[in-house]
């Protein structure tokens, strides 16, 4: 159990809807990052806040945006929903202190989206 | 761009031999590298990292990886294979250009036979 967990675990929905992913980094972790699984795209980095701030931004679409709570949770929003957006979303926490790179990303267990 | 590759779809072992998982890198600068491990239906697990020092990493569950800076390699090794390995191995790079997210290659399928 990495200590970080993201709700639901599945979500199957149609085109053109909007759903919403939560995740909930570890204890003490600032730096959240949103990663999306295909079997086409592989594993792509979408966006990452820190202390609830956006700090970067991937492969992400328009269509897709995220937000970090004060109490340091995250949710990614995902509108207009297509066929090809369904794949496994994994949320990533790490402690984001020491501003290098060099902290552990512990991964939850994904959300997988099915997009009918 | 700070980038991994993993040259070989799967890899197939048997039980008690040595397996390795190739990964090789490109990176401008001194590379932050990882792998993690992904069993079927489930998140990733972290395995180890190299950031700096020794070349030889230990990880968890008796995998370890050897940096090598003159063939920009981050080979994941265990001397003794076990059938519960069996699952999905990434291999990452953090890149700095995109607030330290990782890049990951496109994985390994790790397949040890009894």
């Known amino acids: 159990d990495s200590g970080v967990t993201q709700t639901p675990k599945h979500l199957i929905t149609a085109t053109g809807q909007r759903v919403t992913l939560r995740c909930s980094p570890r204890s003490g972790d600032l730096s959240v990052y949103w990663y999306q699984q295909s079997l086409d795209q592989g594993l792509q980095f979408l966006i990452q806040?820190?202390?609830?701030?956006?700090?970067a931004k991937g492969n992400i679409l328009e269509r897709f945006s995220a937000q970090q709570f004060p109490d340091l949770h995250s949710e990614l929003n995902l509108s207009s929903l297509e066929l090809g957006d369904s794949a496994l979303y994994f949320c990533?926490?790490?402690?984001?202190?020491?501003?290098?790179?060099?902290?552990?990303?512990?991964f939850g267990p994904g959300t997988r989206l099915t997009v009918l | 761009a700070q980038s991994v590759a993993q040259p070989e779809d799967q890899v197939n072992v048997a039980e008690g031999n040595p397996l390795t998982v190739k990964c090789t890198y490109s990176?401008?600068?001194?590379?932050?590298l990882f792998w993690y491990v992904q069993y079927p239906n489930r998140g990733l697990q972290f395995l180890l990292k190299?950031?700096?020092?020794?070349?030889l990493v230990k990880g968890s569950y008796g995998f370890e990886a050897e940096f090598n800076k003159s063939q920009t390699s981050f080979h994941l090794k265990k001397p003794s294979a076990l059938v519960s390995d069996s699952a999905l191995y990434f291999c990452?790079?953090?890149?700095?250009?995109?607030?330290?997210?990782?890049?990951f290659g496109k994985g390994t399928s790790l397949l040890v036979t009894p």
């Open positions: 190299y950031i700096t020092g020794d070349n």
């Open positions: 990176v401008s600068g001194n590379p932050y």
């Open positions: 990533a926490s790490s402690e984001g202190t020491s501003g290098k790179g060099m902290d552990t990303q512990y």
């Open positions: 990452a790079v953090r890149d700095k250009h995109s607030g330290y997210a990782l890049n």
């Open positions: 806040y820190y202390n609830g701030e956006e700090r």
